[in-house]
């Protein structure tokens, strides 16, 4: 699975320049999954570009558990769905473009 987050650029080159999410694109060679990717994509990319703050989806999708049960990622990390690593990946976006700040230990 790919997931391609676009960010757009608010107030450019101004003291309220803003970085934002805009768009997700998720894409996957599974077909089984086409349906819902598509839908969760299209309503994801709809909240980002509402604006205001789009930092609760990622503890929202997050939480999503498999009734199956989950799995390990690469590097032993366990993702209890394939919904919530979606959330994680949205989660380490907003990190890095600096929409959720991290807690300093200290």
């Given at each position: 699975m790919y997931i391609t987050i676009n960010d757009i650029i608010l107030n450019p080159n101004t003291d309220n320049e803003q970085r934002r999410p805009f768009e997700i694109f998720?894409?996957?060679k599974n077909m089984e999954q086409f349906q819902w990717v598509v839908a969760l994509t299209r309503v994801i990319s709809a909240v980002f570009?509402?604006?205001g703050?789009?930092?609760f989806l990622a503890e929202e999708l997050k939480a999503v558990f498999d009734p199956?049960?989950?799995y390990f990622k690469r590097g032993g990390k366990f993702m209890p769905s394939l919904v919530a690593e979606i959330g994680e990946a949205i989660e380490q976006h907003l990190t890095k473009i600096g929409m959720i700040k991290v807690a300093e230990l200290g």
């Amino acid at each position: 699975m790919y997931i391609t987050i676009n960010d757009i650029i608010l107030n450019p080159n101004t003291d309220n320049e803003q970085r934002r999410p805009f768009e997700i694109f998720i894409n996957s060679k599974n077909m089984e999954q086409f349906q819902w990717v598509v839908a969760l994509t299209r309503v994801i990319s709809a909240v980002f570009r509402k604006g205001g703050d789009c930092t609760f989806l990622a503890e929202e999708l997050k939480a999503v558990f498999d009734p199956q049960g989950g799995y390990f990622k690469r590097g032993g990390k366990f993702m209890p769905s394939l919904v919530a690593e979606i959330g994680e990946a949205i989660e380490q976006h907003l990190t890095k473009i600096g929409m959720i700040k991290v807690a300093e230990l200290g």
